[in-house]
Every structure is written in C-alpha cells, then in structure tokens.
C-alpha cells in the first residue's frame, strides 16, 4: 500500500507546456490512498500514472500541469496532468536512451541528455532548437538557465558542460571531478553552477569566470543529486542516505535531513526555493521545509525504488517515478 502523508494545500490548475502531437494512446493511471504519520499532517491520496517512460529522471512544469520523462528508444515523453493522456512524444538524436530531462522556468525549453553524450533542446511547439555533441559518454544531468539562454550538463567522464542554445555552441567545459557527474544545477540568478558527482562531492562553478568557487565536502558515498534553494543554500542527496543543506557562500554545512534509510538517488527544489524533495531506494519520497529544516511529507511503497523526484514552483505538487518508470503524483 502506498502512504501519502501530507497536507492538502492546493490543486493545480492552469496553463500546460504545449506540443502539437499525434494520436498516442493514453496509459493508465491509478490511485492509492495513504494513512496519517507522526508529526507530517493528515493523510491523502496520490496518482499514479503510468506514462510509458524509463526509470532514470523526471520533469514537471513549474505550474505542475506536465510531466516529462524519457524512454530507452531516444524519446522524450509527455504526460498532461489535466488531461490524464500522453500530450506527445519528442525525438532526440540515432535513438539514444534520455537519462536526464529538465524544464525551463518558464515552460518554453525542454533539455534532454542521452547515454550517447548528446545533449538536445526543443521549444514549446516541440520543434528541436539545439543540439550538443560535445561529451564522450553518458549524460546522467541536465538543467536550463533561468533566462533560457543557456544549458549545462554533466556526463560520465567527470567533466561539466556549458552551451548557448542560440548559437548551439559550447562556452566552457568545467573540470575539477574524478568520477561520474550525476546532476547538475544552475543557481536562481544563473551566476553559479552545482555539479554533483561519484567522488563524493559537489562542485561550485562560477559560470562567467568559469572558476571553481567551492568543492563541499561531508557526504561519504556518491552524491546523486543537487539543486539549489533560497538565500544561497544549496541541497543534495548522496548514496550515504542523507541529504544535506549547505552555506553556498561559505561552502559549508547548514544541516543534514536524516529519514531516509537507503541509497538517496534524487533531490530536488521548487522554484520558489522553500521546499525540497528526495526520491530513495528505501521506497520513500520526504519532502522537507528547508525554512525549520524538518520533513513535512513522507511518501512511502513496499518494495518500491525511487529514481527521481521533481516539484512544481511553489512545491505544492510533486511527482516521482520508481525503478518501473511509474510516475507518483503527491497534491500537497
């Protein structure tokens, strides 16, 4: 049985991130109601969704109305929360398996990296608008600048890259990582970039002077994910189970948000800065009030194995996918 323990704020309405699409079939979704939990509010219920993606990452528009996750055969799939439907598919380059998807702010950018180094952008009528073949191997994150102009990513040979989606153009590759970069972020302003990797540590980049600013230190297993909140705090998850709030100018540690019990395989800010979520192999989803530092929702399923998490901008929705590639979404 799936528990959803939280507070039921608000439904999401409003605009969806458009694509002109063919006649794909619908998947089927379901539902499954939770029970109440110590000190995380009142029970609810949660969808979920099976859109046809894959496991490996998963993306919601910031008005929380799409979804968006890849597939092992190159595509880009589309699932309108409104309508319970596939709203279209989008193709990336030779066919290559999507292993990162992330939405602009403003819903007119899709970015998607491949397990063959490439890195594609489309706009909001689906059309691809940029192409990046730079890296060697796989690209395991993704993430678009505040303002649309650019696009990072981060692959298996360490190294993080820095593209201008007019030009379709690289700006700078960063390199400071010994081991497999699995996320990658931009700060609220664009100005920084987290990168977070296999050696343990997530890296500071300063995206004009293409400098490193801080490596944090403190996690002691790989480091899966990594975003940045408000005020300059930066948020990760690492294979130790924990997930950490680091002093982005001091580069050090704020505080650790202990619960989890397993492998933390995903984390994730909303727009506004003021929540986090974290996707676990020990089947459970938290998501934590960065303000008091404490879980607010506890999403748990037996025998589940949560790969990826992503919210809305005001994180009153948040939507995560398990090791079958089933979307879970939580109206908070």
Do not use: C
Request: glycine share 14%; aromatic share 6%; net charge negative.
């Amino acid at each position: 049985m799936l528990v959803a323990v939280f507070l039921v704020l608000a439904l999401i309405v409003g605009g969806i991130f458009f694509f002109i699409g063919g006649d794909d079939p619908s998947g089927e979704g379901g539902s499954a109601s939770g029970g109440g939990g110590p000190g995380t509010g009142d029970a609810g219920e949660a969808r979920i969704v099976e859109t046809g993606g894959n496991e490996e990452d998963i993306a919601l528009t910031s008005d929380g109305t799409v979804i968006a996750q890849g597939s092992g055969s190159g595509e880009v799939l589309l699932w309108n929360l409104d309508d319970d439907a596939v709203e279209d598919s989008l193709l990336g380059p030779d066919y290559s398996s999507i292993l990162a998807v992330e939405f602009s702010e403003d819903q007119s950018l899709l970015a998607g990296g491949a397990h063959d180094g490439s890195v594609t952008v489309w706009d909001e009528s689906g059309s691809e608008v940029a192409s990046f073949d730079g890296h060697t191997d796989w690209v395991r994150g993704v993430d678009i600048s505040p303002d649309g102009s650019m696009v990072i990513s981060g692959s298996d040979t360490g190294d993080v890259k820095v593209w201008d989606v007019e030009s379709e153009s690289e700006v700078a590759t960063l390199e400071g990582h010994t081991d497999w970069v699995r996320d990658v972020a931009f700060s609220p302003d664009g100005s920084m970039v987290a990168s977070a990797s296999d050696d343990n540590t997530v890296i500071l980049w300063d995206v004009e002077s293409e400098s490193e600013e801080a490596t944090l230190e403190g996690h002691t297993d790989w480091v899966q994910g990594v975003d940045f909140g408000a005020d300059g705090t930066v948020v990760s998850g690492s294979d130790d189970g924990r997930v950490i709030v680091w002093d982005a100018d001091l580069g050090e540690q704020l505080g650790v948000l202990d619960g989890h019990t397993d492998y933390v395989w995903d984390v994730e800010v909303s727009g506004d800065g003021q929540t986090a979520a974290s996707a676990s192999r020990d089947g459970s989803v938290r998501v934590w009030d960065l303000q008091n530092m404490e879980v607010s929702v506890v999403m748990e399923e037996s025998g589940a194995e949560f790969g990826a998490v992503s919210l809305n901008e005001d994180g009153s929705r948040v939507v995560a996918t398990d090791q079958d590639g089933e979307a879970y979404v939580l109206d908070l």
